[in-house]
């Protein structure tokens, strides 16, 4: 498999990863959504809405906007308080995210094997804050997949802990989902 289809293919399962668990938190009450855990970004909302922010933001990098912030948001707010553009429910988070989901859909599309090896650039809001840092663009993709399986894990141990349905998100259940089964 090339580079670029390998890439579709890990952005394909994080936006089917990320709509199950968005699906998922649709069954929970207002107080489970936000109920407070020692884990992950503190509550399911908050992880939701750090995750969705930084798919946001990283896609914005990629575009070529070193310091870009979600809609709404204010610069020189703790990474842990962000706004994520002032969604206040569920329903305009997943509103948003179908939306920023077809956008990566169009960027990915875009792109060519070479253009993996491009640097972008991104003045960091977490580790070494305030430094403009380059990065290879696919290093970047990467990120975005493996945080968003990282954040997801800790939502759903966060489903676990409320006693809801957990999400199984692995590639394989996508690719066993894809297939027909054989005898």
Known sequence: MQGMKLVQRLNQHRQWANERVLSTATDLTAEQLRQPFPIGQGSVWRSLLHLYAAEYVWLETLLGDDNALTPGDVRGQLPGNQLAGGIQTLDELIQH??????????????????????VVYRISTSSGIGQRYGSRRSDVILHVCTHAQYTLAQVNNMFRQLHASTTDVMLITLARNESTPRS
Not at 103 to 111: G, H, P, T
Request: net charge negative; no cysteine.
């Open 97 to 118: 995210w179908q939306e920023l989901a077809e956008r990566w859909r169009v960027y990915l599309a875009s792109l060519t094997d070479e253009q993996l090896d491009e």
